[in-house]
């Protein structure tokens, strides 16, 4: 997984020719790995010390690997797994009031951009996709 950081920050279009599909954006392994652990602990203890024990087995497992698809899939089911561990709490994406007061005005000013880009992102891949179910 050495070359992780150079995949991620790649935008090589044969690693889309790969997937068939825009790709979501993946956490590199060692931040995937700890959102996996720490959600483990809200898992009752003895499956958390089996899902602990399994994670960092296949992790450590797959360091070496280099093949640029087998880390991809390696990282995006791993993803996967942590959003269904975590809940609906991933999916909410909800700011409160708190976390709003405590960013500062260039943080704000980058959630908005974002926002705005998702948004921009959605609407161009909407009508494509609705087209289709018609």
Do not use: C
Not at 45 to 55: E, I, K, P
Request: net charge positive; hydrophobic share 35%; charged share 25%.
């Amino acid at each position: 997984m050495r070359v992780i950081q150079r995949l991620l920050a790649s935008t090589d279009s044969s690693a889309n020719s790969l997937l068939h599909s825009r790709p979501a954006a993946l956490l590199p392994a060692i931040p995937l790995y700890r959102r996996i652990l720490r959600a483990h602990r809200k898992l009752p203890n003895d499956h958390r010390v089996l899902g602990d024990l399994y994670v960092k087995s296949e992790f450590r497992a797959h360091r070496t690997v280099d093949n640029p698809a087998h880390i991809i899939g390696f990282l995006s089911e791993w993803q996967t797994y942590a959003q269904q561990i975590e809940g609906d709490a991933w999916k909410e994406g909800k700011l409160d009031k708190q976390k709003l007061d405590k960013m500062s005005d260039e943080q704000l000013g980058q959630l908005y951009e974002l926002m705005n880009s998702l948004k921009k992102d959605g609407e161009q891949n909407t009508p494509g996709e609705g087209s289709g179910s018609q």
